[in-house]
């Protein structure tokens, strides 16, 4: 205050010569809700613009005729219910998610495990290795298993033959091609789970098991009693996050076997692609992507109201 | 019967760093035993090698007679309460308290009888449905405790288990356990830094330092008897004062300070320091026995003039703190003594509770 010019908090109303750019600039500063809703707006423009529009843009599409002139309600939907072909991609969806899924929790459950267990720097450098799959990208990786999975020339059957054992066509038929995407898809995201895995394990108190030690816990019962039931929310969170993720798969489908044979590998995302884009019917390939909208966002409230509960009860 | 024998006990690390330095130690059927000293002296790591949760490098630890070095904690009969309690957070408090039991295969109805008994014992009967994040500090650490309880071990171990709760409630929950020692009595380890607790709840109380045992004894001799510097500087609060003297044989024998004053050594004790005469030693005076003058004195009774630094009424007494020739001392004395800092007051030193330290050896001659 000593140059008579400072404006001190509280006093500007008293100051003749007030600076108004300063002046309003700190008044917009305090009035800290639209402050905070200003810093969050580069997000929420994102989220708007590229989630809750394109997801908008879908369902409006879905609801048009073929030729987006007129509204047709739900008739995509009904249509696509009563389709044979598009059972089948239900059908495959569902087999790929859930199998992949699973095998990528127990796989990354188990990986996580060796991984805790790795003492010291060690442990560093496997996380790292056994992270790569997840940091590839997965169109790149994917062309890679296509070579690997090649009839004639391929490192795998080049191996089963010397062993003097027949070669597989691993995309040649429709249950070897199922199995075939399930198993690229396990190798990418099995590192996922298991670095979610690893925290969640980490971050169990090691007294806990010296306490169930103690009481007469063995290892299974440990495992059972402590640690399954430790990492429940984040077992729970990334099964649901992956299922979500993997539902929506398109990748390795699209390069591995685009759909074939006989239509026996199709997802959702790439019947989708094929109805929508390949045969022009962009809205009922909106409604063949939007099919599991609704289960998923069903189970995805389920799940994480059971975690929020689960959190208030336990966490101290 | 359940004693426990530490015999030779080594704890090394990697790098070869001696944690515990090859102990021994008997510990009596019944017998409730303390482990007390300062951070890194060795006092948790012995009390896990007796659970099982850290392996031995070499020695052997018995229970019951039976050398368990190779036997894993859950057949070793033992329970344990941790100092941030462990309970399970995902099990109600009658779960935590049943998990043992239940591991063991115990009727229900067993377990469900020895739940409500130690519950009823521990004033948690209405906490039983509660999950941990639910209860207090002080609930919490009486959960731990009915969790071993219910059990009925051979040993119980605990682990610093007051540490984590504030001070009224510490005091609280210490007569808590001496009073369920009291009830189920049973062999008792108990780990703890803070001295005060190690007093008042020990049948024998185990100073360690730096991995090795300083001294075992009674609460009492300890205080009143200490062996090392270190158990004379550990047991007592506030601590005992150490005074750089010389013990000087001039027509009896007297512990010269570093001012100059000379204190003439209790006749009593004349033949035990003699042959230390003329060596630079330190003395080891407990605060309550350097106190305001008297008219008539006990036989053994010094004097010394002290100029006051700062004193601090505590209620039942004031502390005096002051400085002979840069050593801090504290004297206790009566609330109604007038110690102003700055001026001098007179103060008596009760000599025949003197303790001698030989600078060498830092053993109490």
């Known amino acids: 205050m000593a140059d008579g010019n400072s404006i001190g908090y509280g006093e500007t ?23 905070a809703i200003l810093l969050c707006s580069p997000l929420i423009a994102l989220v708007v613009g590229l989630q809750f529009y394109p997801a908008g843009y879908a369902f409006y599409l879905s609801m048009l005729n073929r030729k987006m002139t007129g509204f047709v309600l739900f008739d995509n939907f009904t249509f696509l219910m009563g389709q044979d072909s598009f059972q089948l991609v239900v059908f495959q969806s569902c087999l790929f998610a859930v199998s992949a899924v699973v095998f990528k929790a127990l796989l990354g459950f188990i990986l996580a495990h060796l991984m805790h267990n790795i003492r010291g720097q060690n442990q560093r450098i496997w996380r790292g290795l056994l992270l790569i799959p997840w940091v590839i990208p997965l169109a790149l990786s994917t062309l890679t298993w296509w070579w690997l999975f090649d009839p004639a020339y391929s490192a795998l059957n080049w191996t089963l033959k010397w062993f003097g054992l027949p070669s597989i066509p691993f995309l040649g038929t429709v249950w070897n091609a199922r199995i075939s995407v399930i198993v690229v898809n396990v190798w990418f995201g099995a590192p996922f789970f298991m670095i979610m895995y690893l925290a969640a394990l980490k971050s169990v108190p090691e007294q806990l098991y010296e306490a169930a030690a103690i009481d007469g816990a063995g290892a299974v019962q440990r495992l059972f009693f402590i640690t399954l039931p430790m990492m429940r929310n984040i077992i729970l969170i990334t099964v649901l996050y992956s299922l979500i993720v993997t539902f929506a798969d398109f990748d390795i489908v699209r390069i591995l076997t685009n759909g074939g044979p006989q239509d026996g590998t199709h997802l959702f995302a790439t019947y989708a692609f094929q109805v929508g884009i390949q045969s022009g019917n962009i809205p009922r390939g909106a409604a063949v992507s939007l099919f599991m909208f609704p289960i998923l966002a069903a189970l995805a409230f389920f799940v994480l109201r059971d975690v929020i509960k689960r959190n208030k009860e336990i966490t101290a | 019967m359940a004693q426990v024998s530490i015999r030779k006990v080594v704890k090394a690390y990697e790098g070869n760093v001696q944690a515990v330095k090859g102990i021994d130690l008997e510990i009596a059927d019944e017998e409730f035993v303390v482990l007390v000293g300062p951070s890194g002296c060795g006092k948790s790591t012995t009390l896990r090698m007796i659970a099982g949760l850290e392996e031995i490098t070499s020695g052997d630890i018995a229970i019951g007679g039976e050398v368990v070095n ?67 500090g002080g609930q919490r650490q009486r959960v731990a405790m009915g969790r071993a309880i219910v059990r009925n071990p051979k040993v119980f171990l605990f682990d610093e288990p007051l540490s984590n709760l504030d001070a009224k409630l510490r005091v609280q929950m210490r007569t808590e356990i001496k009073k369920v020692h009291q009830l189920v009595p049973t062999t008792t380890v108990y780990v703890t830094h803070d001295q005060i607790e190690a007093m008042t709840l020990a049948d024998r109380v185990v100073v360690m330092n730096h991995g090795i045992i300083e001294q075992v004894g009674a609460p009492q001799e300890l205080y009143h008897n200490p062996a090392t510097r270190f158990v004379a500087g550990f047991i007592g609060s506030p601590a005992m004062n150490f005074l ?89 004395v009566d609330p109604l003594t007038v110690a102003i800092p700055g001026q001098i007051l007179r103060l008596a030193a009760d000599m025949s509770n003197m303790h001698l330290i030989d600078n060498d050896t830092n053993k109490v001659v």
């Open chain 1, 13 to 35: 109303a008293l100051v003749s010569t007030p600076r108004p750019r300063v002046g309003s600039m700190r008044r917009f500063a305090r009035r800290r809700s639209l402050f």
């Open chain 2, 244 to 332: 750089t003297v010389k013990l000087v044989s001039d027509n009896g024998l007297y512990v010269e300070l570093a001012d100059g004053t000379r204190l003439a050594v209790n006749p009593a004790r004349i033949d035990r320091y003699k042959p230390h005469a003329g060596k630079t030693m330190t003395l080891g005076l407990r605060p309550e026995h350097l106190t305001e003058t008297h008219t008539n004195e006990k036989p053994g009774t010094a004097y010394l003039d002290a100029t006051v630094d700062v004193t601090e009424p505590m209620g039942m007494e004031t502390m005096v703190h002051f400085f002979i020739k840069g050593e801090p001392v504290c004297a206790r």
């Open chain 2, 70 to 136: 190779d036997v894993p904690p859950r057949d070793r009969d033992i329970a344990m309460v941790f100092q941030n309690y462990a309970l399970y957070p995902h099990m109600s408090v009658f779960d935590n308290m049943a998990f043992g039991l239940k591991l063991r295969k115990f009727p229900k109805e067993e377990i469900k009888k020895r739940v409500d008994d130690a519950a009823k014992m521990l004033d948690i009967a209405m906490l039983l449905d509660r999950k941990p994040k639910a209860l207090s």
